[in-house]
Structure formats: structure tokens, C-alpha cells
């Protein structure tokens, strides 16, 4: 049976996006927990999971930056799909409404929370923790009176044995995160003429002055329409940046788009071109 990872432990948005997709995709796989981002992604790239389900960026707090650069870092993996997943963040507990003092949760909630946090508990403590259900269990853990909550799934509540104290406390309706299914070798091949998208991540020499732009002058020559534009340091020294390319996939740009990434890949000192892949949506 094929074994795909994600963030775990039980409970945490990153399971729930992995059993909708088996579900949706009739898989027989098995769902493996692991306990950092970093650790999956590794997992998969060296044979040990046949794939694994990471969030790249959430619509109100951006880049996950933990995946980005893992991805830079690693030629084993390939996006073999998105999902884009609505993110929905209870405030759960043992306690009382009022007795609450400390929020546990993972940075991205945290974030896609500020708003409602700054309105409803402004004075708690926010205690970061490895995921979600991470932090409802320490929840779970904590002593009678510490005032501890968690921001999580209502899975991770239920499975911990917390009660919900507010629901929907993301500062937007339409809070969702990207996932990318990752693995070495793609399931399938986009069909010509279907929707999706294609990413690139490139190293280029940024100490010549124009050379950014004309990379993305490949793509616009050839009517590719980039997405998302994304830096994140290149890990060697201060100011020295690597660049992510979201590039759409759409009707009959397939021969152009290969042809654009071509064109960069000769402009770059390297180039990593993780695939052409298929948007699935579940934003309930
Ligand atoms: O902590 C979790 O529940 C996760 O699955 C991680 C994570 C993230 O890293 O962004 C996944 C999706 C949501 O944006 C919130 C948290």
C-alpha cells in the first residue's frame, strides 16, 4: 500500500486536507504522521514515503517558508498536485471562556487569527507549537488553572478531549491554504488542454543589474501567466536570494511554458523545475 506523510499528529488541518484528497482520489493509501515539515519532505525524498502533503502558503500569512526552502534543497521531489484547502481555527479547551490565559498554537493559526485574538484576548499569552493538534494536545496536558486553549481543528478538540470555546475565529471567511502533494515521480501527466499550474525555482546572478527582469521577460515574450513571485534567501550570505515562479498551465500554452522555463534555465546558475500539475479545491 502506497504511504503518504504529513504534519501531524492526528488532528491537524494538514490530516484533514490528506483524507479528503485519499477520499477524493479512492486511494488505498496509508496517512503517516510525522512530526515536522522538514522530516515528511525528507522522508519522501529519500524512498522512505511514496509522497507527502505540505502546506506552501495560507491566503492571510503567506509562504510557509520551512517547505520553500526544503523544496529548494531537494531534486528528489515533484509536485504531483495542489489542493487548496479551506482553513477553518476553533479556540478549544478544558476551561472556561473566561479562565482562559494562554493560547497554544501553530505560528500560521496564530496569524490568521490576529485580528479576533487582539478583539476577544488581548492579554493571553500566544505559545507557539509544532502544529495544531500539537498544541491541543499540550492543551490536554496542562494542569487545572493554567487557563490553557488551543487554536485547532475540531478534530484535534474531539480527539484530545477539548470543548469549543469560539468557532470560526480566522480574521477572513475565505482563510485557505495551499497543500502540494509531493513525490519523486508523478502519478500522472496534466492533459493537454486542463487547468493547472507549473513551478520553477531558479538561482539567478542578481549582481548584474536587469537580470531579473529578464527572466520574466521569457515568460511574458511567450504569454506565460506568472502567478506568484516569490525570494527567499539562497542560505550563503546576506542579500543573496533564490526565486519561486508559479506559472499557469492553461489551454495550449504547454510548448510555450517548456519553452519559457528552457530559456530561464539558460539565464540561471540553476534551475529546479518541479512539474506542471493539476488545482483541485475543497473550500468549504
Ligand atoms: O498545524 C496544522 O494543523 C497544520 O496542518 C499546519 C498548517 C500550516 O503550516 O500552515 C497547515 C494549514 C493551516 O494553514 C494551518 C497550519
Given at each position: 500500500m502506497k504511504r503518504m506523510g504529513f504534519l501531524g499528529p492526528?488532528?491537524?488541518?494538514?490530516?484533514?486536507?490528506?483524507?479528503?484528497?485519499?477520499?477524493?482520489?479512492?486511494?488505498?493509501?496509508?496517512?503517516?504522521p510525522y512530526s515536522d515539515?522538514?522530516?515528511?519532505m525528507q522522508a519522501v525524498a529519500v524512498g522512505k514515503l511514496d509522497s507527502c502533503l505540505v502546506p506552501i502558503e495560507?491566503?492571510?500569512e503567506g509562504s510557509v517558508n520551512i517547505t520553500l526552502d526544503t523544496l529548494a534543497r531537494s531534486e528528489a521531489l515533484v509536485v504531483n498536485r495542489e489542493l487548496i484547502w479551506g482553513v477553518h481555527n476553533h479556540l478549544m479547551a478544558k476551561c472556561s471562556a473566561d479562565e482562559v490565559k494562554k493560547i497554544y498554537s501553530h505560528s500560521q493559526p496564530i496569524a490568521q487569527c490576529r485580528d479576533w485574538l487582539e478583539a476577544n484576548y488581548p492579554q493571553a499569552e500566544r505559545i507557539e507549537a509544532a502544529s495544531t493538534a500539537q498544541a491541543a494536545r499540550m492543551v490536554a496536558e496542562s494542569k487545572a488553572g493554567e487557563g490553557a486553549a488551543a487554536i485547532c481543528t475540531k478534530r484535534a478538540g474531539e480527539l484530545y478531549g477539548l470543548h469549543v470555546i469560539a468557532e470560526e475565529i480566522q480574521d477572513n471567511d475565505t482563510n485557505c491554504t495551499r497543500f502540494y502533494e509531493l513525490c519523486r515521480q508523478p502519478s500522472h501527466v496534466l492533459p493537454k488542454g486542463e487547468q493547472g499550474r507549473a513551478l520553477v525555482i531558479c538561482d539567478i546572478d542578481g549582481s548584474r543589474a536587469g537580470s531579473l527582469l529578464e527572466v520574466l521577460q521569457e515568460f511574458?515574450?511567450?504569454g506565460i501567466n506568472m502567478t506568484r513571485i516569490e525570494s527567499r534567501?539562497?542560505?550563503?550570505?546576506?542579500?543573496?536570494?533564490?526565486?519561486?515562479f508559479d506559472l499557469e498551465v492553461e489551454g495550449d500554452n504547454h510548448d510555450r511554458l517548456q519553452e519559457s522555463?528552457?530559456?530561464?534555465?539558460?539565464?540561471?546558475?540553476?534551475?529546479?523545475?518541479?512539474?506542471e500539475f493539476p488545482i483541485m479545491y475543497a473550500l468549504k
Open positions: 492526528l488532528g491537524t488541518h494538514s490530516e484533514a486536507a490528506a483524507l479528503y484528497l485519499r477520499e477524493k482520489l479512492n486511494e488505498e493509501s496509508e496517512l503517516v515539515i522538514y522530516s515528511v495560507n491566503s492571510l511574458a515574450d511567450r534567501p539562497r542560505r550563503t550570505e546576506l542579500g543573496r536570494y533564490i526565486f519561486f522555463i528552457g530559456a530561464v534555465r539558460k539565464r540561471s546558475l540553476w534551475l529546479h523545475d518541479l512539474g
